[in-house]
T-cell receptor, first 115, second 111 residues
């Protein structure tokens, strides 16, 4: 148990639709990172939010967007879903943005299937 | 292209045996992180290595980072069924905020 929760657990969407995934961080964690993990692959960094601002982004198109709220919750939004968006989406929260200083605590993930 | 190579891709061992998983980068790493993942679940942090030559142990798991900071190994002594899962190495390549992961090593421990 890392104290990080994600909802929903599983989700099935149709190509072209929009989806919102949610993450609830540990209290006091002002940083959240999102990763996409395709089947049989390692997680890929999508972006990080620190104090409600985007702090860094990986190689993902603008249709992947996020929000972070003052109550330690955050969202990952994906527009115009494509089949390749099918994956496990992981959020990770921490006390700060620097990997060398703060451990990341991962949630259990949301399994998104796009048909 | 995958920037971190993990080997082997999968491993089946008998309970009580020792095993080693490797993680290799073509570039110097600023930090190397080992995680364990149960299939389809979140990642559990194991260890972080930052200095060349560094070695850390926790219970029966030991991780090392070579002097050049381009290769790390994870060694499990006297494996148990509870060690089964996917082991992932993640690297900080200088950003200090994002990790680049290998594809993982699937470990099966037979009782």
């Amino acid at each position: 148990e890392t104290g990080v929760t994600q909802s929903p657990t599983h989700l099935i969407k149709t190509r072209g639709q929009q989806v919102t995934l949610r993450c609830s961080s540990q209290s006091g964690h002002n940083t959240v990172s999102w990763y996409q993990q395709a089947l049989g692959q390692g997680p890929q960094f999508i972006f990080q939010y620190y104090r409600e601002e985007e702090n860094g982004r990986g190689n993902f198109p603008p249709r992947f967007s996020g929000l972070q709220f003052p109550n330690y919750s955050s969202e990952l939004n994906v527009n115009a879903l494509e089949l390749d968006d099918s994956a496990l989406y992981l959020c990770a929260s921490s006390l700060g943005p620097r990997l060398s200083s703060y451990e990341q605590y991962f949630g259990p993930g949301t399994r998104l299937t796009v048909t | 292209s995958q920037e971190l190579e993990q080997s082997p891709q999968s491993l089946i061992v008998q309970e009580g045996k020792n095993l080693t998983i490797n993680c290799t980068s073509s570039k110097t790493l600023y930090g190397l992180y080992w995680y364990k993942q149960k299939y389809g679940e979140g990642l559990i942090f194991l260890m972080m290595l930052q200095k060349g030559g560094e070695e850390k142990s926790h219970e029966k798991i030991t991780a090392k980072l070579d002097e050049k900071k381009q290769q790390s190994s994870l060694h499990i002594t006297a494996s148990q069924p509870s060690h089964a899962g996917i082991y992932l190495c993640g690297a900080d390549k200088g950003s200090n905020y994002k990790l680049t992961f290998g594809k993982g090593t699937l470990l099966t421990v037979n009782p």
